[in-house]
């Protein structure tokens, strides 16, 4: 059963949820920055908690991976389509935002763990950035909501070339598996963590009573 994530506290203006949605996605990236200031300033200390395949002590990477990066140009590179896609997200609460995260970057850190390459070290925010592309790209039609089916399209015309290369097998300097797994777990997310149906009933018919 999927889970409900209508909202219960009281409504907040659009206003209101795009300053927090912007807030928090701007938080996000300058946490990634600061990351990996730390990272160049303790000679890529940082870098150990990337995911090396099939070893058991590798899963405590899973989460930590997305945080981390090699280099001041892979951070650049996710930084605009984390922001946009996350901002996007964000929009619809919170609540709903961290759950759809958390949800692809664990099952993109597993997926990755288990069919990298043997001697590969896989990190950085483009797994949860293919799956926030996954997942604005089918929230409005699985939500029916016309708004949210057009963000969707709109960032698929903009951004889908780019993700397409991503997903190349070919691409031998980006972890195509880690952006696979992110996808697919960002649509994933999108049916579980549905919206329910406006104006439908939670409360089953009555049974009709026969004298």
Not at 81 to 88: C, D, H, N, S, T
Not at 105 to 123: C, F, K, R
Not at 161 to 182: M, Y
Not at 205 to 210: F, S
């Amino acid at each position: 059963m999927a889970a409900s994530w209508d909202r219960s506290a009281p409504a907040w203006t659009a206003g209101d949820r795009a300053k927090t949605a912007a807030k928090l996605m701007l938080g996000w990236v300058a946490f990634l920055w600061l990351l990996e200031a730390v990272d160049a300033a303790t000679g890529h200390a940082l870098d150990s908690f990337g995911i090396e395949p099939r070893r058991a002590g590798e899963l405590l990477d899973v989460v930590p991976a997305s945080f981390i990066h090699f280099g001041f140009g892979h951070v650049a590179s996710n930084s605009v389509p984390l922001l946009v896609f996350g901002f996007l997200a964000a929009l619809s609460g919170v609540r709903r935002f961290a759950a759809v995260a958390a949800m692809i970057i664990v099952v993109d850190g597993l997926g990755v763990w288990l069919v990298s390459p043997d001697g590969s070290n896989t990190a950085g925010a483009s797994g949860l950035v293919f799956g926030l592309f996954g997942y604005l790209l089918v929230r409005g039609f699985v939500d029916r909501r016309a708004l949210d089916t057009a963000a969707g399209l709109v960032v698929g015309a903009i951004w889908g070339s780019s993700i397409l290369v991503g997903l190349s097998p070919a691409s031998t300097s980006v972890s195509w598996q880690g952006h696979l797994f992110g996808l697919a777990a960002g649509v994933a997310a999108a049916f579980v963590f549905r919206r329910p149906a406006r104006g439908r009933s939670t409360v089953p018919p009555a049974r009709p009573l026969i004298p």
